[in-house]
């Protein structure tokens, strides 16, 4: 990788370029032979044309088939930076491709695993690396990568199920939005032209289909600027904290939609327990990574509670009580009968299958129901404006 160093010479000057090194800390020594003092050094962005075209996101499912090849490989005893490398050169992504290859030098210059994983926070992040590292101390990487690989495969699972169910609503709507510009730039001018020409006093539909158009016609930028602002304005706003904080928030209170969220959050709280633990982590420190790894404020902050109940000695099921609107009795009373047996990590895998199969079941009547729901509103469309429209000039015209 290149280094982009700002120096100073023995005799004042200063000195900008570049220096190609595997890490920072390597690009510093080399710098220190030029005898030279370092005032600032930065890596250089790369940016190839594939990466600008295609991006550089890592998907989860990219990352839980890499996690099970490297498993395998190491579990067949193939040297680590072997193994990287191998599996860099199978890489499609190009920047997932560059980040495994990167991982193999600091792998080859000392670095364990965890440690060189944990350069790339945006690929593997402290879930992955902790887990890792539990791998590492004990000996069983192959049994950490394992972990990590079904980890990935289920919340793969999840997003592609939702996105999948809204592929359908998101084609019939864009589709109607489609049909709709076309109407209004292309069809309304000439047909306003003629029911102007051909009725005197056009029915209620109809009047205001043209002052709807004429409206459009006059102000209709102002309607697209405004709604680009808006956008706008949300867009950046949910990106802060306060505005993250409400969306969160806002989230787990609208009818339909919050006990959907309710249990996909469940499942990650759920299965990311689950899998520390098995891993060898302590609860602390699985709580720990749990809440760094949600991402819906409402939840982190009682997981961060949970955190601070169990370092004073509470049970976690005791503390959960508190939230029944966050976390229903089944859940409560599951983790309790773990906490009283010995087998934790068991129950918390049986909260993530049976609301898996309640995600599944949400998203089957979710796509079951929007089919008719969206072809009603098609055809409320469709007849707004054949009465609007069609039906005045038929008759106009059987008139002449």
């Known amino acids: 990788m290149k280094f982009v160093y700002q120096a100073r010479t023995k005799e004042g000057k200063i000195d900008i370029g570049t220096v190609e090194a595997s890490s920072k800390e390597a690009a510093a020594l080399l710098l220190q032979k030029y005898d030279i003092i370092v005032t600032s050094l930065r890596e250089q962005a790369t940016f190839s044309k594939r990466e600008f075209f295609f991006g550089r996101k890592v998907s989860k499912k990219d990352l839980a088939i890499f996690s099970r090849q490297l498993a395998v490989m190491l579990q067949s005893r193939v040297p680590v930076v072997q193994s990287l490398k191998s599996l860099a050169v199978q890489m499609k992504n190009p920047s997932f491709k560059e980040k495994i290859a990167k991982t193999a030098q600091f792998v080859e210059e000392g670095n364990s695993l965890s440690e060189s994983f944990a350069k790339y ?137 919050k006990e959907f969220f309710k249990k996909v959050y469940l499942i990650r709280f759920a299965e990311n327990i689950a899998t520390l633990i098995s891993a060898g982590l302590s609860i602390n420190s699985s709580l720990k990574i749990t809440k760094d790894t949600i991402n819906n404020v409402v939840y982190k902050k009682v997981i961060s509670e949970v955190e601070q109940g169990v370092l004073e000695g509470q049970k976690i099921s005791y503390i959960l009580k508190r939230y029944p609107e966050l976390f229903p009795p089944f859940v409560i009373q599951m983790i309790q009968v773990g906490e009283e047996t010995g087998k934790s990590s068991q129950n918390l895998m049986e909260i993530v299958n049976f609301y898996n199969n309640e995600v599944d079941r949400a998203l089957v009547t979710f796509t079951t129901l929007l089919e008719p729901i969206l072809i009603i509103f098609l055809g409320i469309i469709v007849a707004f404006l054949a009465a609007s429209v069609i039906a005045p000039l038929y008759s106009a015209l059987n008139v002449l």
């Open 121 to 257: 926070p945006e690929v593997f992040n402290v879930f992955y690396t902790s887990l890792l590292k539990t791998g590492e101390a004990s000996g069983k990487i192959s049994d950490a990568l394992y972990y990590l690989s079904d980890h990935l495969e289920r919340e793969s699972d999840i997003i592609s199920k939702i996105r999948s169910a809204m592929v359908y609503p998101i084609f019939v709507l864009g589709t109607l939005m489609v049909m709709v510009l076309i109407v209004i730039f292309f069809l309304m001018p000439r047909l306003v032209d003629l029911l102007n020409q051909t009725i005197s006093n056009p029915p209620l539909f109809t009047s205001l289909m043209i002052s709807f158009y004429t409206f459009l016609s006059s102000y209709g930028w102002i309607l697209v600027l405004s709604f680009l602002g808006l956008i706008a304005f949300f867009s950046y706003y949910f990106t802060t904290q306060e505005g993250k904080k409400r969306f969160d928030a806002l989230s787990l209170k609208i009818p339909f939609v």
